[in-house]
């Protein structure tokens, strides 16, 4: 998976990804750090990245454009939690929805649930 981590998750979860076998890039790597949500989904729509957030935002913008891409991973319920929960969050869960991602969902992921909704949400 290619992941795009949005602003609202730390910089530091990148790495992990990276020795899980992930590809990753947060949103200040890429000069998006105070970019809109839009101009964030345009962004991995082009590049191929799933969008890796704590934000509903994105699941609602993709409902709306009625969009198939780009996939969506939105982490639930997790804001107290550090980063390194996070990380262990997504490292534990990736590679069971890793072909929903690569055809395009919304993943829903908390401590105590996992959800999918294939794209485009109707």
């Known amino acids: 998976m290619r992941a795009l981590l949005d602003a609202n998750l730390s910089p530091s979860i990148r790495s992990g990804l990276e020795q899980a076998g992930h590809e990753a890039v947060h949103v200040g790597d890429v000069g998006l750090l105070h970019a809109t949500d839009a101009e ?27 969009a198939d891409r780009p996939s969506v991973v939105q982490l639930r ?9 996070h990380l262990q969050l997504l490292v534990e869960n990736l590679p ?27």
């Open 40 to 66: 964030i989904m345009a962004y991995a729509a082009a590049e191929d990245l799933v969008i890796v957030t704590a934000d509903s935002d994105f699941a609602a913008m993709l409902a709306i454009a009625d």
């Open 77 to 85: 319920g997790v804001a107290e939690l550090p980063p390194a929960s």
């Open 96 to 122: 069971t929805v890793a072909g929903d991602l690569e055809g395009g969902a919304v993943v829903s992921l908390s401590p105590a649930r996992l959800a999918v909704r294939r794209l485009p949400i109707r």
